[in-house]
């Protein structure tokens, strides 16, 4: 006769497929966590190398086009118009956005003519909620005529007189600057810009300047107070799409690093670089000797100081051309949080340089339970041990 099936065999039906999908659950979300384990770890290497190739790249280039000028131009306050709005020095009606709004190089507003200063710890990721250091770095784009232009005679309204302006092309973007110090240290120097109509075939030595860095004067910077006796430097053209850089670079909010365009050559000034980095550490590698070798390296402050570097004071250019390297250290930290630590109490930068020079960061007991990369990398910078 037919049998059906006992509630027994149901009841252990129905343990048997619990237990089996209690496993196979498991297993899928092993898996599941393992592959979003790999997927992070992979995502964060690929930031790190794309972070590191960028800013070795940004530092190599510090100081070109203008480093030829470094006795004189080294620390002058830079002054520029855009479409006849002040953009440097910065003013209250034009602040820097975050993460760079509480950037001060000693003066409110001022920045100077340098490759590379590190303002240290001047922003404060909110993630980390530590200090991290910010990178000025400055460097001309213009890939030719980057020797000196001198004046022929004093500057006028509008038009500079050069003994010649080989290598000057249409909308090129001209650093002046004065080689007699002044009272205080270094002369400041003013951003023009050369005019649209400039034919080089025929301009000989005149330049006009028209466009939308052109200006006769900006704050204390006047065009006609240039003499014979100012040079000129080519730093690139801002129609082209090879404008000169002088940017500030720093870790912001969820964990991205950020530049911003202190000339505002482009609508987007302030632009993300890359995420995953939670703090960045700086220091300076400086030639004491003049033998164009890293005879120690030193920490972002006292004399290396931003302000100790950027009072515009002579000592401050001395000490400018000093720096021929920088030691970059990153920390770069996952999106995903696990189940427990998975990183140790604390994490250290740069500690083959000795305990005075080694950068620790203490993780609480909640940021233990992130994986972590650090980053260091050695940039020399090329155009400072270049000259002379």
């Not at 302030?270 to 400086?286: C, K, W």
């Not at 390297?325 to 427990?340: H, K, T």
Request: hydrophobic share 40%.
């Amino acid at each position: 006769p037919a049998r059906g099936i006992t509630l027994i065999e149901v009841m252990v039906s129905l343990v048997v497929s619990a237990f089996i999908s209690i496993v196979v659950v498991g297993v899928m979300s092993m898996v599941e966590t393992s592959k979003r384990r790999t997927i992070s770890g992979s995502d964060l290497g690929q930031v790190a190398a794309y972070v590191q190739s960028v800013l070795d790249r940004t530092l190599r280039n510090a100081g070109s086009g203008f480093t030829q000028a470094a006795a004189h131009a080294f620390g002058c306050q830079l002054h520029a118009a855009r479409s006849d709005t002040q953009v440097l020095p910065r003013t209250g009606a034009n602040p820097l956005p975050a993460p760079f709004a509480s950037v001060n190089t000693g003066t409110a507003g001022v920045f100077r003519l340098a490759p590379v200063v590190i303002a240290n710890g001047q922003t404060t990721p909110g993630i980390s909620g530590q200090p991290s250091d910010v990178l000025i770095v400055m460097s001309g784009q213009s890939g030719q005529s980057e020797t000196a232009m001198s004046f022929a005679a004093d500057a006028q309204l509008g038009t500079l007189l050069l003994q010649n302006s080989v290598g000057l092309a249409p909308n090129d973007l001209l650093l002046v600057t004065d080689r007699q110090p002044i009272a205080s240290g270094t002369a400041p120097c003013l951003f023009e810009q050369v005019a649209a109509s400039f034919n080089p075939a025929t301009a000989g030595g005149t330049v006009a300047l028209t466009g939308t860095y052109a200006t006769n004067s900006v704050g204390a910077a006047v065009l006609t107070d240039y003499s014979i006796v100012s040079q000129v430097f080519n730093l690139g053209n801002v129609v082209n799409g090879n404008p000169p850089s002088l940017q500030l670079v720093g870790v912001g909010n969820d964990n991205t690093l950020y530049h911003y365009d202190l000339l505002q050559t482009s609508g987007a000034p302030l632009q993300p670089l890359g995420d995953g980095v939670f703090e960045l550490q700086a220091l300076y590698g400086i030639d004491t000797t003049g033998d164009q070798r890293i005879d120690q390296w030193v920490t972002p402050t006292g004399d290396y100081a931003v302000g100790s570097l950027m009072d515009g004071s002579l000592t401050a250019n001395t000490r400018l051309r000093t720096i021929v390297a920088v030691r970059i250290g990153l920390l770069l930290r996952s999106s995903m949080q696990e189940g427990s630590a998975v990183a140790p109490a604390s994490l250290r930068l740069f500690t083959e340089l000795g305990d005075d020079l080694t950068y620790t960061r203490t993780l609480t007991t909640a940021e233990q339970r992130y994986r972590y990369r650090k980053l260091e990398s050695t940039v020399p910078l090329r155009n400072l041990l270049l000259t002379p």
